[in-house]
């Protein structure tokens, strides 16, 4: 058994509440835990997340090189669309970045509280499998 796993991504925000109700419907997630400065959610898919109070929090300022990434979570989606149309109707907001180059198409966001994120089309492996 490794002596180091891996534990639960945590978000620093003024609101954890409200960061998690975002996280827990984009992700279709259940909430784990909650105290006065913490909510933690888990995915259907495993995932976990956590939100602590930070009244002093300031959201990145990503792209901008003045208060860069912090923070910066990759979800992979099978219709780009679809899912921007949820992230958008949850209170997300597209960020106006540049196409990254590579076998990828995707699209960068920000949380209501500011905190970038892409969503990244989910590719299927083409080769046919060995064995």
């Not at 784990?32 to 602590?52: L, P, S």
């Not at 994120?117 to 060995?130: D, E, G, H, I, S």
Request: hydrophobic share 35%.
């Amino acid at each position: 058994m490794p002596s180091v796993t891996a534990g639960v991504v945590v978000l620093d925000c003024t609101e954890p509440e409200k960061l998690a109700t975002f996280y827990k419907e984009l992700l279709e997630a259940e909430e784990t835990d909650a105290t006065a400065n913490r909510v933690e959610i888990k995915g259907a898919d495993g995932i976990r997340m956590a939100f602590r109070r930070d009244v002093t929090a300031t959201p990145p300022s990503w792209p901008r090189p003045e208060n860069a990434f912090q923070v910066h979570l990759d979800f992979h989606v099978a219709d780009l669309d679809e899912a921007e149309r949820r992230v958008v109707g949850l209170g997300g907001r597209p960020l106006d970045t540049k196409d990254a180059a590579g076998p990828y198409e995707e699209r960068g966001y920000a949380d209501p509280a500011g905190h970038s994120f892409t969503l990244r089309r989910a590719v299927r492996p083409t080769a046919p499998k060995q064995g």
